[in-house]
């Protein structure tokens, strides 16, 4: 939990980058040892349930090559991106690409393309549809 210390108190944005590795090293535990003990554990806290496993995400590389984000919290700006886009301003996947890389997250199209998949969210195309029927 104190690697993760940002995510409890600001949130799902300020989740870092944790691995098996890292916490095996920091317990002097092997990581399936690690694995195994986090496997269908859950906690509770102030912001909801979470199995223990959410708190290990892969990393995405920085454009400064400042701190890597988590793929749980570019995801999560992802959809942030996609539920604020106007109707007449849908974000392509390539558009996307550019917001965060001006938010310094480096990341391929095919990767948002992946994660937009992956959280259920049509392509720009799709949207561009449903939003100029409602």
Known sequence: MRQQDAFFI?????LR???LKAIAEATG??????????SNKYLAS?????????FFTASIASNS???AHSAESVRFRIRQMIER????????????VEKLKV??????RRTVAKYRESMRIPSSVERRRL???H
């Open 46 to 54: 102030p912001r909801g349930l979470f199995e223990l496993k959410y």
């Open 17 to 19: 980058p944790l691995n």
């Open 10 to 14: 600001k949130g799902v944005e300020y």
């Open 103 to 108: 938010a310094n997250i480096d990341i391929a």
């Open 131 to 133: 939003k100029a029927v």
């Open 85 to 96: 886009e106007p109707a007449g301003e849908i974000l392509s996947d390539d558009a996307i």
């Open 29 to 38: 535990m092997h990581e399936s040892t690690v694995s195994r003990v986090t």
């Open 65 to 67: 090559g400042s701190e």
